[in-house]
């Protein structure tokens, strides 16, 4: 994707998925009934996490917490440990809340460098800290949801903090809204690798799609690489847009 973008002139300073692309895979999957009726998704991406609410061909709102899967491992990373091993930590045996924790297991871990030696940590120690973590990133997400409830009929949840043990359970006990994963495996090739049908991929996914979208309704334009005058007129437009 950076290549992409040298070759059009172009520099990558920042990056976020719009909604449209996880909405137009569910809209694929699940049919355009779903987003007419209304929905919401909740993004869990590395650095933030987002939620949008879409109905009847409208955005109801769209709300961004600029927290996410890092800021859980740099959290546990906190408690003594080095960055690689709280991510394995959180990602093979993180759960979502100590309620969905089946066995509380005691592990030994390795410290960090400046610690050295060994810790030990229980499942249920290490489902507390994510906890904490997650109330501080969801609070304001659900409190925004609550007000649209009423309107539409499924939440959806995906990017890569989705699939932490207890995720879906743990959304929907603070909620409503019937609560399911994202799909998009409808989209892709039956020979496709498997770990590219997890919810991290979702976006991409779905941005691949609103791109080819863009190929297809534009294939007589060239791309024209921006001059110097249109680069200061872009960064001066820059200065004065808020993009939160």
Same mark, same amino acid.
């Given at each position: ?77 906190? %408690? ?14 993180? =759960?979502? +809340? !100590?309620? #969905? ?78 609560? %399911? ?14 770990? =590219?049908? +997890? !919810?991290? #991929? ?43």
């Amino acid at each position: 994707m950076q290549k992409s973008f040298s070759q059009a002139g172009r520099s990558i300073e920042h990056a976020f998925v719009r909604p449209e692309c996880l909405l137009s895979t569910f809209a694929t999957c699940d049919g355009n009934h779903v987003l007419m009726s209304g929905c919401a998704v909740l993004d869990f991406g590395a650095q933030t996490t987002t939620l949008t609410v879409y109905k009847g061909g409208q955005y109801l709102l769209n709300k961004v917490v600029p927290k996410g899967g890092y800021h859980i491992t740099r959290m546990l990373e906190q %408690q003594g440990m080095s960055f690689a091993t709280a991510e394995v930590l959180k990602k093979k045996y993180g =759960y979502a +809340s !100590p309620e #969905y924790v089946e066995k509380n297991v005691r592990m030994r871990i390795p410290a960090s460098a400046e610690i050295g030696g060994d810790m030990v940590i229980s499942s249920t120690e290490l489902a507390e800290a994510i906890e904490l973590k997650l109330q501080e990133i969801l609070v304001p997400l659900m409190e925004e949801l609550k007000k649209v409830e009423a309107r539409i009929s499924t939440l959806y949840i995906t990017g890569g903090g989705s699939m932490m043990a207890g995720m879906a359970e743990y959304i929907q006990s603070r909620t409503t809204v019937r609560v %399911q994963y994202g799909a998009h495996n409808l989209l892709l090739h039956r020979d496709t690798d498997e770990k =590219y049908l +997890s !919810p991290q #991929y979702t976006s991409l996914i779905g941005t691949i799609l609103l791109g080819q979208d863009y190929r297809d309704t534009h294939k007589n334009q060239l791309v024209q690489k921006p001059g110097f005058f249109d680069r200061v007129k872009e960064s001066t437009l820059d200065m004065f847009i808020d993009q939160n």
